[in-house]
């Protein structure tokens, strides 16, 4: 069974800091990963989908990285405002369903 | 319609009673999933629809769990006889491919069993 890890689980960086935020999955045979966004009671907004044969995929300040063989992938998010608090996921394709991770948990303090 | 659109949004219900969540998908998508948060937890799949025909319900926790598509867009998740345990954000999620394509995700719709 796929699983899908996110190290840490809480992240606090003050404004202005590059975000790194961390992914891996035990099953290296994907052909996408997806990265969401949840902000405290509402559901989840798509960020990013790279597709297996990318290495990297960017929007705006966002970029995610994949790398298969190893079994990674990162989100950096560049000089981070007090907007992006919220928390991340990152998920994985598994038999036909999304395979999520628990997520990262973001504080940006002014 | 715009996105994907959930109903109640929050739901108290007593123990022992049934709820009934609607799921509006975003107009065109084919395949449907359900999937249930608990706090502080990535969500986890309950089930999946393709069209009309519900293609995996592997993840539903009991067979108090039931969902339907009948028309192939609209889709309500059952619980009948609900318990606590029950208590998490249910989410819908459409897309326009077959399979786990780009999904995109409803608002949630939070059950309290009480």
């Known amino acids: 069974k796929q699983e899908v890890t996110q190290i840490p689980a809480a992240l606090s960086v003050p404004e202005g800091e590059n975000l790194v935020l961390n992914c891996s999955f035990t099953d290296s045979a994907i052909y996408n990963l997806q990265w969401f966004r949840q902000d405290p009671g509402k559901g989840l907004t798509s960020l990013l989908l790279?597709?297996?044969?990318?290495r990297e995929q960017t929007s705006g300040r966002l970029n995610a990285s994949l790398d298969k063989s190893s079994g990674r992938s990162t989100l950096y998010i560049a000089a981070s405002q007090p907007g992006d608090s919220a928390t991340y996921l990152c998920a994985v394709p598994s038999w036909g369903k999304l395979q999520f991770g628990a997520g990262t948990q973001v504080v940006v303090t002014p | 319609g715009a996105g994907v659109s959930q109903s109640p949004r929050y739901k108290v219900a007593k123990r022992g009673q049934d709820v009934a969540l609607r799921c509006d998908p975003i107009s065109g998508h084919v395949s449907l999933f359900w999937y249930q948060q608990a706090l502080g937890q990535g969500p986890e799949f309950l089930t999946y629809?393709?069209?009309?025909?519900?293609?995996?319900k592997s993840g539903l926790p009991s067979d108090r769990f039931f969902a339907e598509r009948p028309e192939g867009s609209v889709s309500t998740l059952k619980i009948q006889r609900t318990q606590q345990e029950d208590s998490a954000v249910y989410l819908c999620?459409?897309?326009?491919?077959?399979?786990?394509?780009?999904?995109?995700f409803g608002e949630g719709s939070r059950l309290t069993v009480l």
């Open positions: 999620a459409s897309s326009s491919r077959q399979g786990t394509g780009e999904l995109f």
């Open positions: 629809f393709q069209n009309e025909a519900q293609l995996d």
């Open positions: 790279i597709q297996s044969s990318q």
